[in-house]
């Protein structure tokens, strides 16, 4: 069965340090996705990235970027400058099959002013 | 405009009650999901319909019943409610199967069971 570990329970840094939140999966499947999704104080989650396990190229969205390493079966996660407003439970998520996503245990990640 | 609608947000009632959650999504997606979310945060999914067909029951128990009238409606039933059902449940949709499709998620809703 598909498996996402985020290793990382708990993380807390200063205003505008960067910070990299680690996910790691294993699966059978030679075709597979991967997302990050991110949960406010506010509670709803909200879509972040998807990636498909044959594009390995690293993605930068302004101060948001994600590692997707197949070798080592991980997909990372960079804030760089992070900000108060990034405070959030951040998800990793890996496809099981055509219809359902398996869930990390998520990371809760603070940014102190 | 909200794109996937949970009623209620909260909801507490006492164990052996039966209550229902009800979910709207406006997106024409073909696929929607509960997915519940215990205390430590964990997200489990536990139903999936495509296009009012059951595809995925996520060994939840009888008790829980999912029912989809028509494709933009996914309402979640709970009977007996024991303690352990203490969430907040998620209801999403996505066009097609999740394995490829992005999911968007209602805001929740949190039940707590007395």
């Known amino acids: 069965a598909q498996k996402v570990t985020q290793a990382q329970t708990e993380i807390s840094v200063v205003e505008k340090e960067d910070v990299t939140l680690d996910c790691v999966y294993e699966?059978?499947?030679?075709?597979?996705?991967l997302f990050w999704y991110k949960q406010p104080p506010s509670g709803e989650l909200v879509f972040l990235i998807r990636r498909n396990s044959f594009d390995e190229q690293n993605e930068i969205s302004g101060r948001y970027s994600w590692n997707f390493q197949k070798s080592t079966s991980s997909f990372n996660f960079t804030i760089t400058a992070s900000q108060v407003v990034d405070s959030a439970v951040y998800f990793c998520a890996l496809s099981e099959g055509a219809q359902k996503l398996v869930f990390g245990q998520g990371t809760r990640l603070t940014i102190n002013p | 405009d909200t794109a996937v609608s949970q009623t209620p947000k909260y909801l507490v009632t006492q164990m052996g009650n039966d209550k229902s959650i009800k979910c709207e999504q406006n997106l024409g997606h073909d696929t929607m999901y509960w997915y519940k979310q215990d205390s430590k945060k964990f997200l489990k999914i536990m139903f999936s319909?495509?296009?009012?067909?059951?595809?995925i029951n996520e060994t939840v128990p009888n008790r829980f019943s999912p029912k989809s009238p028509d494709k933009a409606h996914l309402n979640l039933h709970i009977n007996s409610l024991e303690l352990g059902d203490s969430a907040v449940y998620f209801c999403?949709?996505?066009?097609?199967?999740?394995?490829?499709?992005?999911?968007?998620f209602g805001a929740g809703s949190r039940l707590t069971v007395l």
């Open positions: 999403a949709s996505s066009l097609a199967g999740a394995g490829a499709n992005v999911l968007t």
């Open positions: 319909y495509n296009n009012k067909e059951l595809i």
């Open positions: 699966t059978r499947d030679t075709t597979y996705y």
